[in-house]
């Protein structure tokens, strides 16, 4: 952020003179459309809060389906926003819309990395049944968003341990089977009880496949979103 500020106040040095005031009527005029566009976006993301907000506690599952086709037909179709597009790829999860959700997703990956995003992207096409080939090529991109944060994480804080269970996951997951005693390893690296037995659902999520079908089975699908 530093960095673009200061070439932000380069550009502004160099170019000066082709600027307009802070009170000509273009800059007033991109004020007002950048207000107006803000506000645009807080209303999506203050739909969608209250939409959840109600479903947990008032509304029906139909009621609530109904809001939510009717907020993203609101979102344009050319949104770029990344606050929008996440709430964007949560309405569609909400109403199965895999393929849909997958397409914001990688809009998503592309503007900023996340693990736990690219897992998702995994299991989607698990539950869409791709082509085996695609979900493992899907694996072997996430291993990689994992990496960038364990180097970003203190080795003493838990955060790293479950960085790098998701590493290691992510690479069994690849087909590379080596990974399996390594996850072992971080189950007898703890000796917090509810640490460990976090640690062993997750292994058995991962090695058995009723409870991978399990999850599969949870998340809603529909091939037809229009």
Request: hydrophobic share 30%; net charge positive.
């Amino acid at each position: 952020m530093h960095k673009v500020l200061a070439f932000s106040l380069v550009s502004l040095g160099l170019s000066a003179c082709n600027n307009h005031t802070d009170d000509s009527p273009s800059k007033i005029i991109n004020t007002k459309d950048n207000q107006n566009q803000h506000k645009s976006n807080n209303n999506y993301i203050y739909e969608y809060n209250e939409i959840i907000y109600k479903l947990n506690t008032e509304q029906d599952q139909t009621t609530a389906h109904l809001r939510f086709k009717n907020l993203l037909k609101k979102i344009p179709s050319n949104e770029n926003n990344l606050n929008i597009l996440k709430t964007k790829r949560k309405i569609l999860v909400h109403l199965g819309c895999l393929n849909e959700a997958y397409i914001v997703t990688e809009k998503i990956l592309a503007k900023t990395d996340s693990s736990k995003l690219q897992e998702m992207q995994c299991i989607f096409l698990s539950k869409m049944k791709r082509d085996p080939y695609q979900i493992k090529e899907c694996y072997e991109k996430t291993p990689n968003s994992y990496l960038t944060e364990i180097n970003l994480i203190p080795k003493a804080a838990l955060r790293y341990q479950y960085a790098l269970w998701g590493h290691y996951a992510a690479m069994f997951n690849a087909g590379h089977i080596e990974y399996k005693d390594k996850l072992q390893e971080i189950i007898d690296y703890h000796n917090i009880e509810d640490h460990k037995k976090t640690y062993q659902q997750m292994y058995k999520n991962i090695m058995d496949p009723h409870a991978f079908q399990k999850r599969l089975d949870a998340i809603p699908y529909t091939s037809n979103c229009r």
